[in-house]
């Protein structure tokens, strides 16, 4: 086999949504945009709803078609970039609950699609998406007497508990909301984790799920497992790669390995990732190119089949710090040439 094989632990997703829902003083939701973060929305979202998660968000209303197709009727679908020009008959065909973030988006759903269930983002500081103050106080009367079914914000430094901007948006948000009748949201991941004063009456875990920070506790969901294609003695003095990066300062046995930034695996990662064979750890040796991996295997004693740079040794965060990256790049890029194996389907 010539490519990598990505195994996914839906039991492990599973776990931690059922640990974040315990931290959860309300209603836990899950966010599954951009494909479940890599890990594919339909069979995360299935099995999260057989945990009793009821409500899921995605990015999109095209996300959101697809999972419907994967769901089936009942679960709620919100629409995090609420209700765009041309999503009219992806929400009405599909059943989802666009988030509006706008006057222009609320008179859109209003007159398209009036009877149908709509949510409404307000921006609490991060200016990003959802109403204003201003925007919101003009509208919200009129939102609050139709079929509205939720009021979210979103935090933006909530995986740095010190930061004092998370303590303004809690109070913006309280302030904006006060009085609404429907459930309220702010808290993703990381604001479960500030406490219940940020809990509202849902939550909406998304990396946390998929084994990343802040999280700590999570547990691990992805291995990614590459095949070592060729190996190769290199005398001292010789180079490996692009650019001649490495350069060999002892007798030392190369595996080239089925894997590059085409699949994810950003050129950042170049001559300082890490792959492990079982508990053995070994050394990116050069530079990562479009399709393989060049690995000093030279203190093992054998060849491997295959070395892993996900896996229980080395979660998403630990190969995004080498990379000078974030877990949630790593999960969102790995690419479709892997074979994906999914445990606890």
Known sequence: MGTGILTIDLDAIAANWRALDRRSQGETGAVVKADGYGCGAGKVATRLAREGARRFFVATAEEGAALRDALGAGP?????????????????????????????????HRSALPDAPYGVQLDSGMNRLGMEPADWAATR?????????LVMSHLACADEPGRPENARQLKKFTEMTAGVSVPRSLSATGGILLGAEYH?????????????????D??????????????????????????GSFVAKRPTRIATVSAGYADGLIRYMSNVAQLYDDERVCSLAGRVSMDLLTVDITDLPDTPDQLDILGPHQGVDLLAEAAGTIGYEILTSLGPRYQRRYLGA
């Open 218 to 243: 999570a547990q691990p969901v992805v291995r990614l497992s590459l095949p070592v294609i060729q190996t190769r003695d290199v005398a001292p003095g010789e180079f490996v790669g692009y650019g």
């Open 200 to 216: 509202f009456d849902l939550t909406r875990p998304g990396i946390g799920l998929y084994g990343g920070l802040p999280f700590a």
């Open 141 to 149: 009367a009129g939102l609050e007497a139709g079929p509205l079914t």
């Open 76 to 108: 709620e679908i919100n629409v995090f970039s609420g209700h765009m020009a041309r999503d009219t008959g992806l929400i009405r065909d599909h059943a989802l609950t666009p988030m509006l973030n706008s006057p222009e988006q609320a008179a859109r």
